[in-house]
């Protein structure tokens, strides 16, 4: 949604590439710490995330909550 590679997602998150690649293809869950900089990274970004509500859960664009750096 953002266009970011995966090497931007990674320094905005302040994780490896290899953390994003894995986690990309499913090959493994990356540790709490991880998901919890990537989260904030896409929510500073602008991204929602929407929790399951009987809807099912989704994505959406909000406002980028961030400090204009992505």
Excluded at 1 to 24: C, H, I, P, Y
Excluded at 26 to 55: D, F, K, M
């Amino acid at each position: 949604m953002l266009g970011w590679s995966q090497d931007e997602l990674a320094s905005a998150a302040a994780v490896s590439r290899a953390t994003v690649v894995d986690f990309e293809r499913g090959a493994r869950i990356p540790h709490r710490n991880s998901l919890i900089s990537i989260r904030r990274a896409l929510e500073a970004a602008g991204i929602v995330l929407i929790a399951e509500n009987g809807g099912g859960a989704g994505v959406r664009f909000g406002k980028p909550s961030g400090d204009g750096e992505n």
